[in-house]
Every structure is written in C-alpha cells, then in structure tokens.
C-alpha cells in the first residue's frame, strides 16, 4: 500500500527545476490568514465566515468552500471582495483537480472583469495550464489562452503558449521514425560498404513543420532580436515570488532554440556522401591510345598479348586513335570528379557540423534549463556519432570492390579517420549522464544516453536495467526490481 503511495506521489512531482502537487499547493495557497478574515467580514454574513474560513482549511471540505465563495461572487457581482473570492475559489478547484468547475471560475471572472481588468483574468485564465496534464490539454489550453488573451497576462505566458504549440506542431509533423526528437530512420543499405549506413531523415509533413519552425523563430528573434537584454528584462518583471514561472520561461526559450538547432541538423542528416565513387584509373584505356596513336614497328606476333597489343606494320588510324585517347582522358576525368566531389561533400558536411556543434554547446553554456542542457549534451554525442558513422560507413569505390586487399585497407583509412568521433562522442554522452545525475533531472533524452553508452561501450557502461530492473508503470503493482533480488534488510542469523 505504501509503495503504491510513493508512486502515486512521484508522479504527481515535476522535476528539473521546480517540484510541487497541485493539492499541496491550493491547500498552502488557501490557508487563511487574518487579513483574509477581516476582508471576508466586509461582505459575507457571521456565518458564511466561519463555514468559508472552517472549509478552506480542511482538504475534505475545499468543495464546499468553493461553492460558497462562488455564490457570493454572483451575490455581490464586480468589485474587490469579489476578485478575493474568486482567486480563493480557483485555488480550491485547482487543489480539487475539478477542471470543469474551475474554467466555470475563469470564465464568471472574464464576464465580471474583462474588459477592465484583462491581465488579471488573464493570470487566472494561465492557473489552468496547471491541470492540464497530457500533451493534448496542454495543446488545447495554450489555443485557447493566445486565442483569448495574448499578451494580456504577460509576454513570458505568450512565449511559453507559442512554444507548446510549437512542439505539437513538430511531434505530430514527423509521421515516423521519431527518435528522442529527431525525425529520423535507419538508411536502406544499398551497395557494397565497409560499414552499417548512418542514419538518414523522414520527411515531415511540410504544413505542420512550416507552422512550428515559424513559431519558434518568431520565439528567437524576441530573444535576441526584438531589444538588448529582452530576455534579462523579461524575467526581471516576473516577481520574485514566482520562480516557477521564470523557470517556465527559460524552458520554453531553451526548446525553441534546441528546436531550430534540430531542424538544422536532420537537413544535415539528408546529406550523403557520394556512393559512385572510383578514385582509381584503369589503365587500360590509355595503353589502348598509346598503341594505336603510336608508329608500328615490325615485330612478330606475341600470343600472350591481346589482339589489340599486336604491333603490326600497319598505317595510324586517326579516328581510332581519337577515339582512344578520349576514352583515356574521360577514364581519368572520372577519377578526379570523383575525389571533387568526395572533397565538396565532406567539407559541406565539417563546415554544418560546426556550426551546430557550436549552437549546441551555446546552449550548455548559458545554463538556463536543465532539461535543455541535457538535451543539446545528448544532440552533440548524437552528431558526432553520425559523422563517425558517415565515415566508418562510406561506400566502397568500384575500383577496391574486387580487391580484397585494397578493400581492407581503404575500410581501416576510412575506420581510423571516424574513431576520434566516436571517442567524442561517448564521451559526451557519459556527460549527459552525469549531468542529469547531478542535476536531479532524469529525462528521455537521459535515457537516450544511457542506452546509447550500452550499444557502443557494453564492457564499460552495462544497462543498469539488467541489474537493478524496471519500476512497473501500474498503479496497483508494487515497484520492485524484476531482473534480480535486493537485500532490503539484514537477514535473521541461521540457528546452529
């Protein structure tokens, strides 16, 4: 019973970066002080004090409380005491988890006080975000609020609406293949290589990527663009007391520049390095045009020479010694487009792979979300792996595919050129690791990590999850390893 408890109670907690329950909080929120007394006396009869100021202090009887407040909104209509009341019985509905009757609440206070005082309904209209718990509520609510009220309750509420509408937008934009954010599958394996393909992107759906990269660029250029210091200021005009909602603020921020980072990245993930490559010249063609371009000399036949070597007393062909010579200068017209176009696409693909290196760890820098630093930590393991891959994985040249010799050695150059990457890159995923540890904050991308240092380092870095089991999901299971036994308490001594 009590394990199911803690579960419950665990999943009622937002880590990284603020923690609380709604019910803890409307119960703190609603507690009644001697100011809230003598206000109520102004406006409520001796015995709607004491039924109001008994409830709200009591979790059993917030329902009750909130009723009541609520009639008197509509008794006394717009006015101070009736912002009170209603703020009051907002807070109870909130600690009730009742969503319906609290937007009824909302709604009274939009027809009592919005057209005076707009920012404030506006505040009371954000209250609701808090029962919004899955993804479509949350889309839903964010609607609704830029819908009604915009920037009314402050530019941070409207930032943070844009970008959760933006993320639906970019989730449901990738049909398939979604992988820790990033639309991406694993390429078809067409040709001979010296390794597994890396991994290539899906296509999203345009109208829905269009509409969130639109948003979140509108969301950075306030950023960065719109003023000096906008952000600094931003938060400075969030009181003190409301660390939640800063932190709510530079959540948003974060995604929305991690989100333009990624869109850049699954572009560079379209990129390929070339697969009909052939960097040797067969020589063939050119000892053709050396012998029939030359004088022939008198000399008996050679049966080990094909009939084309054969040098017989014989008048030069012009057309034919044309003919083969093209044929020599095209054989080696294609061996060095081949290494033009390799050098074209590697370079294109070191000069993107800095730029987003250098976005992501700006990012980790500047330290402003904990779930963004894990986040861009895991995209820079992510990208140096696939740099790895793109090089440990080219194609074979046509030339090396009959060679096994030559094979070998051009599969260990192109090997040895992609183990730096991946050196890089399991070191900064052991990052992300630890800084989710350090931070207290555990996200997907966390376990992305975790799992990703399993496929690459086995002998180093073992899935914890073979050791110490998985936590079951249901509320009615109790929350124990399932891999192998623990000791949770020193075992009575065996009798002799």
């Not at 954010?181 to 694993?186: E, H, K, P, Q, S």
């Not at 008996?300 to 009939?307: F, I, K, N, T, W």
Request: with cysteine; glycine share 6%; net charge neutral.
């Amino acid at each position: 019973m009590r394990s199911r408890q803690i579960q419950r109670w665990g999943r009622a907690i937002v880590l990284c970066g603020w923690a609380w329950t709604s019910a803890a909080s409307a119960a703190t929120a609603v507690a009644p002080s001697t100011d809230a007394r003598e206000e109520a006396r102004g406006l409520l009869s001796a015995s709607s004090i004491e039924v109001l100021v008994a409830a709200s202090s009591r979790p059993d009887r917030f329902a009750e409380a909130a009723s009541l407040a609520e009639r008197e909104v509509e008794r006394v209509g717009a006015g101070p005491e009736a912002r009170a009341l209603l703020e009051r019985a907002l807070l109870l509905r909130l600690g009730l988890g009742d969503a319906d009757a609290a937007r009824r609440d909302v709604d009274l206070a939009w027809a009592l006080f919005g057209s005076d005082e707009p920012a404030w309904v506006a505040g009371l209209a954000w209250a609701l975000r808090e029962l919004a718990t899955t993804e479509e509520a949350r889309l839903r609510h964010a609607e609704d609020y830029l819908r009604h009220f915009g920037d009314e309750g402050g530019v941070d509420r409207r930032l943070v609406a844009e970008v959760t509408v933006a993320d639906d937008r970019w989730r449901r934009s990738c049909r398939r293949g979604d992988t820790l954010g990033l639309c991406v599958a694993a390429a078809a394996s067409g040709g001979e290589r010296c390794g597994p393909a890396s991994a290539r992107p899906v296509k999203r759906e345009r109208r829905l990527a269009a509409d969130a990269l639109a948003r979140y660029e509108r969301v950075r250029r306030f950023r960065w663009e719109s003023s000096p210091r906008a952000e600094e200021r931003l938060l400075d005009a969030i009181p003190e007391p409301e660390a939640r909602r800063r932190a709510e603020l530079r959540d948003a921020l974060e995604r929305a520049e991690l989100a333009l980072l990624d869109a850049r990245f699954e572009a560079l993930l379209a990129i390929a390095l070339p697969t009909d490559l052939d960097f040797y010249a067969d020589p063939e063609p050119c000892e053709r045009a050396h012998v029939t371009c030359r004088p022939a000399q008198a000399k008996p036949r050679d049966p080990a020479l094909p009939e084309w070597a054969q040098v017989e007393r014989r008048a030069i062909d012009p057309a034919a010694c044309t003919r083969e010579r093209a044929r020599c200068r095209r054989r080696w017209e294609e061996a060095e487009d081949s290494r033009v176009r390799l050098r074209r696409a590697l370079k294109e693909i070191d000069a993107q792979s800095v730029t987003l290196y250098q976005g992501y760890r700006a990012l980790i820098a500047r330290k402003a979300s904990p779930r963004g630093m894990i986040q861009a930590v895991l995209r820079r393991g992510q990208l140096l792996l696939h740099v790895s891959a793109l090089l440990g994985g080219a194609a074979l040249p046509r030339g090396l595919r009959l060679n096994p010799e030559a094979r070998e050695a051009h599969c260990k150059v192109m090997a040895d050129a992609g183990a730096p990457y991946r050196a890089a890159a399991v070191e900064a995923l052991v990052e992300c690791v630890i800084r989710s540890s350090v931070l207290g904050c555990w996200t997907d991308a966390s376990d992305g990590c975790e799992d990703a240092l399993a496929r690459l380092e086995p002998s180093r870095y073992p899935a914890l999850r073979e050791f110490v089991g998985a936590p079951s999901p249901a509320d009615d299971e109790v929350v124990a390893p399932r891999a192998v036994g623990v000791q949770l308490a020193t075992p009575a001594a065996t009798p002799r």
